[in-house]
């Protein structure tokens, strides 16, 4: 069956980086747009990054994250990353992978604390 497996969370300081990885399987990973979301206690889930198919695939992100988190995904290996830099308190939350097409799946979510 369909599996999404997050790791690399973590606690970091402020200003400091973490970068997460989201193990696809059971499911035609490449023809899927991959997402990371985060929530956190007594808030919305919200979109943190986006990257969909193909030769060139097309990246979004969230305004609180532009020009600090960055996507990627290695098709070969089944795999979608989140490299966060310059991280703030404001950034802890869960975050989960999601697996988006026709049908949608998800991950657990890993916890990423920012904390002094």
């Known amino acids: 069956q369909a599996q999404l497996v997050e790791s690399g969370g973590g606690l970091v300081q402020p200003g400091g980086s973490l970068s997460l990885s989201c193990a696809a399987s059971?499911?035609?990973?490449?023809?899927?747009?991959m997402r990371w979301y985060r929530q956190s206690p007594g808030k919305e889930r919200e979109l943190v990054a986006a990257?969909?198919?193909?030769?060139?695939?097309?990246?979004i992100y969230g305004d609180s994250v532009r020009g600090r988190f960055t996507i990627s995904r290695d098709n070969a290996k089944n795999t979608v990353s989140l490299q966060m830099n310059s991280l703030q308190p404001e950034d802890t939350a869960v975050y989960s992978c999601?697996?988006?097409?026709?049908?949608?799946?998800w991950g657990q979510g890993t916890q990423v604390t920012v904390s002094s």
């Open positions: 999601n697996a988006y097409d026709t049908t949608a799946y």
């Open positions: 059971g499911f035609p990973f490449s023809s899927y747009t």
């Open positions: 990257i969909t198919t193909g030769r060139l695939p097309f990246k």
